[in-house]
């Protein structure tokens, strides 16, 4: 049967990994973006700020036409609830500002090349949690990313390992992929609910939790420098990494799978290794260029089917 004969379903189905890799792909456009930017406003907007105003601008601006999806989906949120609110507390409002605060201590380009290392988390954290299988190209391909990790933040001295002293930034950057891991593995517990209930409440829950953080920053002395580059930069912060990115990423692991959706987490640092370089002056170093070999070549193995 020819495909201009072929049943809509089938057609359909056939677009459906097109669809998805190109969601995964558009998430991690977002997010590389969003490296920079919250690197190039760290000394003009706190990080605990810009984590909470990040979640209260997608709220607001879901808020006028969710309310329909939210009545259908309400006894699907009461089910799942313990699970949607842990959802949002650690892939929201936790992950969303240890990134701000992240890259008030590290370069973008670190941030982004290490952002690699997500997927072989996240097949760590299917196993862990779900039982998952894990494969041996799975098992060398978590190894292969670690050597790349390890290439990246001891700039390239692997041998002298002992006597490292790790950049605080590289640190909480690494930690908070390990709970992006777990946010991206429990997808599946999220619920049978519209993509745009989802992410209200997931900004809505992250906005609360987070806006007693920024209040105390704020009281400690840390004030937003409003200008136009820090409006701009929080504008495109609440929009792309965080109402559009969430949306098309929940939706690409939903298809895919989280394991596989992790794979396309590997685009963030050739985004920001374009952009890094003209917007903030940030040199490749060669051992960015190892590491990110290293990671990419232990993602590939790790998302392969074995």
């Known amino acids: 049967?020819?495909?201009a004969h072929a049943p809509a379903s089938s057609r359909s189905d056939a677009r459906q990994p097109v669809v998805a890799a190109f969601l995964a792909a558009f998430a991690a456009l977002c997010w590389s973006g969003n490296h920079i930017v919250g690197r190039a406003i760290a000394g003009e907007v706190p990080p605990?700020?810009?984590?909470?105003i990040r979640?209260?601008?997608?709220?607001?601006?879901?808020a006028p036409f969710v309310r329909p999806h939210l009545v259908r989906d309400w006894p699907e949120i009461r089910r799942t609830w313990p699970a949607v609110l842990m959802l949002s507390l650690l892939g929201g409002a936790i992950f969303g500002t240890l990134q701000y605060v992240?890259?008030?201590?590290?370069?973008?380009?670190?941030v982004s090349v290490l952002n690699s290392v997500a997927p072989v988390f996240i097949v760590a954290a299917g196993w862990l949690l779900f039982s998952d299988r894990v494969g041996p190209l799975q098992a060398v391909g978590i190894a292969t990313s670690f050597a790349g990790v390890l290439a990246i933040i001891t700039k390239g001295n692997i041998a002298g390992i002992r006597e490292l002293g790790f950049n605080i930034g590289?640190?909480?950057?690494?930690f908070n992929m390990g709970l992006w891991a777990i946010y991206c593995a429990s997808l599946r517990k999220r619920g049978a609910m519209h993509w745009m209930s989802f992410i209200f409440i997931l900004s809505a829950i992250s906005a609360l939790a987070t806006?007693?953080?920024w209040l105390a920053e704020h009281l400690s002395g840390a004030q937003i420098h409003v200008t136009a580059g820090s409006v701009a930069a929080l504008a495109y912060v609440s929009l792309f990494p965080s109402l559009l990115a969430y949306a098309a990423w929940n939706r690409g692991v939903e298809m895919l799978g989280s394991g596989r959706a992790g794979v396309f987490l590997h685009l963030v640092p050739l985004y920001s290794a374009l952009i890094a370089g003209a917007a903030l002056g940030e040199r490749i170093e060669a051992y960015h260029l190892a590491g990110f070999a290293l990671i990419l070549a232990g993602v590939w193995l790790a998302s392969r089917r074995n």
């Open 48 to 52: 605990l700020a810009t984590g909470c």
């Open 170 to 174: 590289d640190l909480i950057i690494l």
């Open 211 to 213: 806006l007693p953080l």
């Open 1 to 3: 049967m020819s495909e």
């Open 102 to 110: 992240g890259l008030t201590y590290t370069t973008a380009l670190n």
């Open 55 to 62: 979640w209260i601008a997608p709220a607001l601006i879901l």
